[in-house]
């Protein structure tokens, strides 16, 4: 048990931990995303989801390549924890809008702010998590937040559903987004990990004494 436990530092369990929080909150109602614009959307339908679906996933894929580009010219991690609060923080108020959400383009316009919120917190979180890797436990790590998030999602797919048919889709929504604001906090717990310019070398933080 202490082989496991040697080399994951504190930065690498928060961040895991917070990506807990914040993929169970998704977990909960990306699976049935489809069936809420159908039933609570005016003109709803499956096209609209699967467009819905699409935004997200083009406008995540234009963000953030700017957004991580930005980030890799700014040496030191302070612009990376500014980008992962402020992405982190952002996508955590989208489900809140889908309450008051009744025409299509409502849902497009949510998915495209959550797909900028994942555009900056996506690279800002590898960028960090990479960094305070310890050497030779890249893998393990890696895996740790994988398998995490995995299951995480899964038990919130299952609840998501029971959720929405039991007290409906407004109390899901602000389960999602109160799951969100917790995984916020959770990150500022590293704050005073962060490393300056300083201190960094390589991909890999220098040893603290």
């Given at each position: ?5 040697k080399g ?26 489809a ?12 096209k ?32 990376d924890?500014l ?9 955590s108020f989208v ?10 383009w ?13 555009g ?18 890249e ?5 740790l937040?994988?398998s ?10 299952i ?5 929405a048919?039991v ?7 602000i ?7 917790i ?25 603290k004494?």
């Open positions: 048990m202490s082989k496991v436990k994951i530092n504190n930065v690498v369990k928060v961040m895991v931990f917070s990506d807990l929080f914040l993929n169970a909150g998704w977990g909960l109602v990306t699976p049935i995303l069936v809420f614009v159908v039933d609570s959307i005016d003109g709803g339908s499956v609209v989801a699967g467009i819905a679906i699409g935004v997200y996933w083009l406008g995540k894929a234009f963000f953030q390549i700017p957004i991580a580009h930005y980030l890799d010219k700014n040496h030191g991690e302070k612009d924890f980008a992962l609060i402020l992405g982190t923080l952002l996508t489900p809140i809008g889908f309450i008051f959400a009744h025409l299509p409502h849902v497009y316009v949510l998915q495209l702010v959550h797909a900028l919120g994942m900056f917190a996506l690279p800002s979180w590898w960028a960090i998590f990479t960094r305070h890797i310890e050497k030779k436990r893998a393990f790590c890696f895996s937040d994988s995490t998030i995995g299951l995480g999602a899964g038990v919130a797919g609840l998501g559903g029971v959720i048919s007290f409906g889709f407004v109390i899901l929504f389960s999602v987004s109160v799951l969100g604001i995984a916020t906090i959770v990150l500022l717990f590293i704050k005073n990990d962060i490393l300056p310019k300083t201190k960094t070398q390589g991909i890999y933080p220098v040893p004494s």
